[in-house]
């Protein structure tokens, strides 16, 4: 309950202080409420091109913290602003922790009150100084502490997350089978810019020459290897892999089962230990860490023995993106065993599995329906005491079907970045799509770097995750 100090029992030198940390979510939101879109002020700003941001926090968004003070704490509830100045000496920038102290001055016989204001740094830098003049409440006025409604912000923090934790790693030498138009060959090129590849183009080469030409980019110091159709493509990216001059795969203008024919054949392909899987890696806003959802492309409706290796592929590639003890919630429509529904079956033995050390590397538990594997709330209403239901990090769903409609209403219902990964052969595979953007090509770069670097290393080159 927040209770509000009144124009009698405000006496001068009373003081009272917030604390607030700068976030990049601060500025995108007052950048959006304010209208002011200087690029100096948003956290993209890059003044020096060293890829670090040098945005500072608008000063008004400082003065909005004393605002803060004056409204919530002294003299608090009621409070009407009359006038302010300031003085802005220095800047926050993000990551900061600043406080806003306000002290009262002087009183007025009108109920005016006028306060010493100001925000400085942890460090002792002092953001903005002032004077403000406010109406002070004459009557007791007590306001439950309710929260404010949530805002989300649509950034891909997690995913820049990962870029970030590429900067330090060798780019991939990735064969990149037909890259025959604009979407693919931009892509890899995409990738290469970012040195997060090394692309070895392989297809029609006076086909990829002419998309290199109708984009304006430089083929300069890349390997073009002439392969005529995507049978002879897709067979020379796998014996690329398989002699080690290439550590990755991404797919450019053929189908997907064209791609993965060759790789997946018992003699000379790419299959590794277990069956091949893919992994859409979901950075979905408001969501507090990255989300995986598996498998959405590749098995159709997978066997109970089948799901056993999409689960482990999933938490291997979990832990090579920060993820220690990875949480891994088996979907079904509902999260009681019910033997009529297959799918409740299934999780419920891949849970016990888990448990057994059959599953190693995360902790497993199904079966949950796709509300109570992410609400806590939702899984204590339910009765639900599980490590995971509420916190997964994981989600395994029961067939192709439902895990295409999950990732795509993740990607344009939600508003998440989802590159997606094949795991479970001897080097990651790049499923690109021609509905994906830019960022959604890079991030699949990243997320297989960082997926060839826990697999050759054992050790994953994101922080972990809170």
């Not at 009557?139 to 309710?146: F, K, M, Y």
Request: glycine content about 8%; proline content about 6%.
């Amino acid at each position: 309950m927040a209770r509000n100090t009144t124009y009698d029992e405000l006496v001068i030198g009373a003081t009272a202080s917030i604390q607030r940390q700068v976030t990049a979510n601060d500025l995108w939101v007052f950048a959006s409420a304010s209208g002011n879109s200087n690029p100096l002020v948003l956290p993209n700003f890059d003044s020096d091109g060293d890829g670090k941001s040098d945005a500072v926090a608008p000063a008004l968004w400082a003065g909005a913290q004393v605002s803060a003070v004056l409204g919530t704490r002294l003299p608090g509830p009621g409070t009407r602003y009359l006038a302010q100045n300031f003085r802005f000496p220095e800047r926050a920038r993000v990551g900061d922790t600043v406080t806003a102290k306000v002290t009262v001055k002087a009183k007025h016989g009108d109920g005016r009150v006028t306060f010493d204001t100001q925000v400085t740094t942890a460090d002792g830098r002092i953001v903005a100084v002032g004077e403000a003049e406010v109406t002070a409440p004459s009557t007791r006025i007590e306001v439950p502490d309710d929260e404010l409604p949530a805002i989300t912000v649509v950034r891909h923090q997690h995913i820049e997350r990962l870029m970030k934790a590429c900067e330090p790693l060798e780019p991939l030498a990735t064969a990149v089978v037909c890259p025959e138009d604009d979407a693919s060959l931009g892509g890899a090129l995409l990738g290469f810019k970012h040195e997060l590849i090394r692309p070895v183009l392989i297809g029609d080469v006076a086909k990829i020459r002419a998309v290199a030409k109708n984009l304006g980019a430089s083929l300069e110091g890349l390997e073009l290897i002439e392969a005529v159709g995507a049978n002879a493509a897709a067979e020379k990216a796998v014996s690329l892999a398989n002699q080690g001059v290439v550590q990755a795969v991404m797919k450019g203008k053929l189908h997907t089962d064209e791609l993965l024919k060759p790789m997946v054949r018992k003699d000379g392909g790419l299959r590794g230990v277990r069956r091949i899987s893919h992994v859409f890696v979901m950075d979905v806003p408001g969501l507090p860490e990255l989300l995986l959802v598996t498998d959405a492309a590749i098995n159709i409706a997978p066997t109970l023995e089948e799901k056993v290796d999409i689960v482990q592929n999933a938490i291997f590639l979990a832990q090579a993106l920060g993820f220690t003890q990875p949480k891994v919630g088996v979907l079904s429509a509902v999260e009681i065993v019910n033997p009529a529904m297959q799918s409740t079956l299934d999780a419920a033995v891949l849970s016990k599995m888990a448990e057994r050390g059959q599953i190693v590397g995360g902790i497993v538990d199904g079966p949950l329906a796709m509300d109570n594997a992410l609400s806590l709330k939702a899984a204590r209403t339910k009765g639900i005491t599980s490590l995971v239901a509420g916190r997964a990090n994981v989600l395994m769903v029961p067939n192709i079907e439902a895990g295409n409609m999950l990732a795509k209403e993740l990607a344009f219902v939600a508003h998440a970045e989802g590159p997606g990964l094949v795991v479970g052969a001897k080097v990651p595979i790049m499923l690109t799509s021609r509905a994906d953007d830019d960022s959604t090509r890079l991030a699949s770069c990243a997320v297989a770097v960082l997926e060839a670097h826990f697999r050759r290393t054992g050790k994953s080159a994101v922080p972990p995750t809170p």
